[in-house]
């Protein structure tokens, strides 16, 4: 089983449309990550979440923290073609960094 | 150099041979990952470096499997007698410490014939 299990797995919708995706567990974490992966690149850094309840905007994306610090969601208004990838979450878990098994994110004009 | 480097980026080999991929951290990060992703999906845990600490063997899938790094900077990760379900994307990733900014690789592409 997925310590962050994140839903839904494959996501295809028009551009301009609004999406959420989540990371979902039933432990608690310090903090949480959501990284951003395009083909034949490796994931890459969007935000970290501190604080539960916290949420963060990064223009058109904004992250939330759940209030227990067990989970996250990722909405993104008005989508485009370039929001298209994977979107990850990833925790700090004994010791060491975790990831959930991502959100396939496609994104037509 | 500016970010993780990984080498080779395509490695194509016959079923039972033995396979090395090499990772070039970020100068000055002590924690090193290496991570196995199968197309379209998740980053699987292999295996985890910090510091002089012994390293978190805990997701290495078989004995097949092992890793090295060499002064705290350059990894190695090493797949004897390879088998098609070797096939994936190794990624490498450093940071600063858990929970901090991971930067990743390009990744290598492992296909086993």
């Known amino acids: 089983t997925q310590l962050l299990e994140q839903s839904p797995q494959f996501l295809s919708i028009q551009e301009g449309e609004n999406l959420t995706v989540y990371c979902n567990s039933s432990s608690v974490f310090s903090s949480l990550q959501w990284y951003r992966q395009e083909p034949g690149e490796g994931p890459v850094l969007l935000v970290t979440v501190v604080t539960g309840g916290e949420v963060k905007k990064l223009k058109r994306l904004t992250f939330q923290f759940g209030d227990a610090r067990k989970d996250s969601s990722l909405h993104i208004t008005a989508a485009q073609t370039g929001d298209t990838g994977l979107y990850l979450c990833a925790a700090g878990w004994g010791g060491k960094l975790i990831f959930g098994q991502g959100t396939e994110l496609s994104v037509k004009p | 150099g500016a970010g993780v480097s990984q080498s080779p980026s395509n490695k194509v080999t016959e079923k039972g041979k033995d396979v090395e991929l090499r990772c070039d951290p970020i100068?000055?990060?002590?924690?090193l990952y290496w991570y196995r992703q199968s197309l379209g999906q998740g980053l699987e845990f292999l295996i985890y470096f910090q510091g002089n600490s012994a390293p978190d063997k805990s997701g290495l899938p078989s004995d097949r499997f092992s890793a090295e790094r060499t002064g705290g900077s350059v990894s190695t990760l090493t797949i004897q007698r390879t088998q098609q379900e070797d096939s994936a994307v190794y990624l490498c990733?450093?940071?600063?410490?858990?929970?901090?900014?991971?930067?990743f690789g390009q990744g290598t592409r492992l296909t086993v014939v």
């Open positions: 100068s000055g990060h002590t924690a």
């Open positions: 990733a450093s940071s600063l410490g858990v929970s901090t900014e991971a930067f």
